[in-house]
């Protein structure tokens, strides 16, 4: 059903990692995470198996070994924290992201720039 007067807010483009803090969010991390990922190198394969399903004993350990310092999400190359002005020519694949709702579009751009 659609909402002809309803007025989403729009989720403006931020020029730095300072101003992204303050709007940050798990999802939007995660959507750069991958495509950082995929977008550093035309070599990269699957980012993860995010679909396996895991048992309690294989979660519990995923969570007991994992560290922050060392996850190449966060300290790894295509890490949103590293500076990769060219990362949009650095292969030659190229990644169309479908977003159902417009207002995204302003912060995925600017933080995918970053």
Do not use: C
Request: proline share 7%; aromatic share 10%; charged share 30%.
């Amino acid at each position: 059903m659609a909402f002809p007067y309803h007025s989403s807010p729009t989720y403006p483009a931020v020029p730095d990692l300072e101003e992204y803090d303050k709007v940050r969010s798990i999802k939007v991390d995660k959507l750069m995470t991958i495509l950082r990922w995929h977008l550093y190198s035309d070599d990269h394969g699957v980012y993860k198996d995010l679909d396996k399903e895991l048992s309690q004993e294989e979660q519990e350990s995923v969570e007991n070994e994992w560290d922050m310092d060392t996850d190449p999400d966060y300290v790894g190359p295509h890490a949103l924290e590293q500076d990769l002005p060219e990362l949009m020519t650095m292969g030659k694949r190229k990644i169309l992201v479908f977003t159902e709702f417009a207002m995204m579009a302003p912060l995925l751009k600017s933080v995918s720039l970053l």
